[in-house]
Nanobody, 120 residues
Framework: QVQLVESGGGLVQPGGSLRLSCAAS????????MGWYRQAPGKQRELVARITSSGSTNLADSVKGRFTASRDNAKNTVLLQMNGLKPEDTAVYYC??????????????WGQGTQVTVSS
């Protein structure tokens, strides 16, 4: 079993910054892609950022130029630095990871979610 634990959410004013962190632990042989999704009230969950094990990053168009994702493979962590936050960034942010527990077993895991609220 694998656990993803997120931290760093909160309330921030428009234009402010937050940094989200996600750490994976448990039965991990290798982590393929790690990343962040978000879900605002009444909307579908959407991709924010995703990083492959080789470091290739995919960012949603709505956050390009404001958000930066990074990953520490040795620590099984992924970070999301969010700058220039806007009210429309308000959502629950979820960490996601594709984890191989063995060469034969790969599955996706989700964190419990952390609330980000951008409001004056």
């Amino acid at each position: 079993q694998v656990q993803l634990v997120e931290s760093g959410g909160g309330l921030v004013q428009p234009g402010g910054s937050l940094r989200l962190s996600c750490a994976a632990s448990g039965s991990i042989w290798r982590i393929n892609a790690m990343g962040w999704y978000r879900q605002a009230p009444g909307k579908q969950r959407e991709l924010v950022a995703r990083i492959t094990s080789s470091g290739s990053t995919n960012l949603a168009d709505s956050v390009k130029g404001r958000f930066t994702a990074s990953r520490d493979n040795a620590k099984n962590t992924v970070l999301l630095q969010m700058n220039g936050l806007k009210p429309e960034d308000t959502a629950v942010y979820y960490c996601n990871a594709d984890v191989a527990s063995s060469i034969l077993e790969i599955r996706g895991y989700w964190g419990q979610g952390t609330q980000v609220t951008v409001s004056s």
